[in-house]
């Protein structure tokens, strides 16, 4: 649900501004002659309008050639993070959670959000996958936390890297997907007990999460992450559901 409704959302934001940059457009293009001669022709409106309907394929056309634009874009940069994951993941993991080998030839970036009933899903697969595979993967851990539908994607995802600076990022992660039914204040601070961090640091640290968090968030944006949990595994990305035979069958894939 958390990835669909936000493709849903973003789907209709996108076309709504695809629609207004067209219907903008072509007033400009027919309507300032006209304004210009007569900035007060009431007019002006009626006649961009029918113009409009007996063209409205001009509007579908624009549409599509700029929907190609951002397809294309998108693509491009795509393509220059694969090859980051490949020759510099370094670049890719930053100063973000991993866990399973450092030395792994093989990199999964996951962008998951704490209050996700899909990324809780995933994360029983992911532990399961790293107990299997733990020399053969490095799973890098970012953040994408939907707060148009989860109040307390950002707030988890804040004592999440608060945690982290302490070294029980992995810890805090588990614990907030295992509870993940009572995200919340209470939860958030019990979990930093039962794991001895310093709770002043603690409190510290979650009002100064905001820069890293936005970090992924823009570079889930800039990459095309479309709702979580969203993955990036050698040249292919997959979303939602997934079953661990198929990360495996990627996975061998890369090393045949």
């Given at each position: 649900?958390?990835?669909?409704l936000y493709?849903?959302?973003q789907?209709?934001?996108s076309?709504?501004c695809?629609?207004v ?6 007033i ?10 007569n ?10 309008l029918q113009i409009?309907?007996e063209h409205?394929?001009v509007?579908?056309?624009?549409l599509?050639?700029?929907r ?7 693509r491009t940069t795509q ?5 980051d994951?490949k020759?510099a993941p370094e ?5 973000s ?10 990199l ?6 704490f209050q996700?009933p ?10 399961n996958?790293?107990d299997?595979?733990?020399n053969d993967?490095?799973?890098?851990y970012?953040?994408f936390?939907?707060t148009q539908?989860?109040?307390e994607?950002?707030?988890a995802?804040?004592a999440a890297?608060?945690a ?9 992660h588990?614990a907030?997907?295992t ?7 209470t939860?958030?601070?019990k ?6 961090l310093?709770?002043?640091l603690?409190?510290?640290?979650r009002r100064i999460?905001d ?8 570079l ?6 479309s ?26 894939q890369?090393s045949?």
């Open positions: 649900m958390c990835r669909y493709c849903f959302r789907f209709l934001e076309l709504r695809l629609v940059l067209g219907f903008v457009c072509l400009l293009s027919w309507s300032l002659p006209a304004q210009a001669a900035p007060t022709n009431p007019q002006i409106e009626q006649q961009v409009i309907r409205p394929q509007i579908l056309e624009s599509e050639a700029y190609q634009q951002l397809v294309q874009k998108l393509q220059a993070f694969f090859q994951l020759t670049k890719i993991i930053g100063k959670p991993t866990t399973g080998s450092p030395k792994a030839k093989v999964i970036v996951e962008f998951s959000d996700c899909y990324c809780a899903e995933a994360h029983k697969t992911l532990n996958l790293i299997k595979h733990r993967v490095t799973l890098v970012k953040n936390p939907i539908i989860h109040s994607a950002m707030p995802a804040k890297w608060a982290s600076q302490q070294g029980k990022f992995w810890e805090y588990n907030l997907f509870h993940q039914n009572q995200l919340g204040e939860l958030y601070l979990i930093a007990k039962d794991l001895n310093d709770l002043q603690f409190a510290r640290d999460a820069a890293a968090i936005n970090q992924d968030i823009e889930a944006e800039k990459i095309g992450v709702g979580t949990p969203f993955f990036f595994l050698e040249s292919e990305t997959f979303s939602g559901l997934v079953r661990l035979p198929d990360i495996e069958k990627i996975l061998s890369s045949g």
